[in-house]
Structure formats: C-alpha cells, structure tokens
Nanobody
C-alpha cells in the first residue's frame, strides 16, 4: 500500500495559480499511475487529471483542460498539479490517488488516497 500526502493548497484570487504536490511513501510510487480528484462542498468527488507511470500521457476533465497540468518526476515519489487561471468553481478539497484498477475517471477504481488539501478561489 502507498501512503500519499498532498500539499500546496490555499486561498487564491480568481485568475491566479497554485501548484499542488503529492508525496508518496511505502510501495514504490514510480510504478503506479496517479491521479487527482476534487470534492466541493455538497458535491460528488470528481476526476480532475491522471498521468501514466512513464509520465508520457496525461488525461484531464473537460472543466480543467488547458488550465491544469499534471506531471511527475520519473524515479521520484512525487507528482504535481499545476493549476492556472483558477476560477471560483475550482474551490474544493483536492486529493491525489494512486494505483488505479479500471476506469481511471472513476474514483472507486483507485486504491490509495491522500487526506486532501483545500483550494479556495475567491471571486
């Protein structure tokens, strides 16, 4: 099992940027695809982005495409989510996830989760 910890959340004005980090320990992280999800108050958890083991392919929700970039450093147990042009509707708790089995856009497919980091975008 992998232990994941997110950092980098905070309060930012609309149009601003934040970079989230995910640090893993336990099982060798660089063998796992990883992803980011978010959950806003009163809403279901939703897929944000995912990246392959090699880091050569990335996938995004339509709502963040062109604004967010997922990345990882090969051989290191860390991954990132660069968020630009933030909007108030991006406000949510952001979670990183590892070790998917099945549809990577479905949160139930992911085995490992961090505790989440709060992102708040003011208008």
């Amino acid at each position: 099992q992998v232990q994941l910890e997110e950092s980098g959340g905070g309060l930012v004005q609309a149009g601003g940027s934040l970079k989230l980090s995910c640090t893993a320990s336990g099982r060798t992280f660089d063998t796992l695809p990883m992803g980011w999800f978010r959950q806003a108050p009163g809403k279901e958890r939703e897929f944000v982005a995912a990246i392959t083991v090699a880091g050569d392919r990335a996938f995004y929700a339509d709502s963040v495409k062109g604004r967010f970039t997922i990345s990882r450093v090969k051989g290191k147990m860390s991954a990132f989510l660069q968020m630009n042009s933030l909007k108030p509707e991006d406000t949510a708790v952001y979670y990183c996830a590892g070790d998917p089995d099945g549809d990577f856009r479905d949160g139930s497919s992911w085995a490992d989760w961090g505790q989440g980091t709060q992102v708040t975008v003011s208008s």
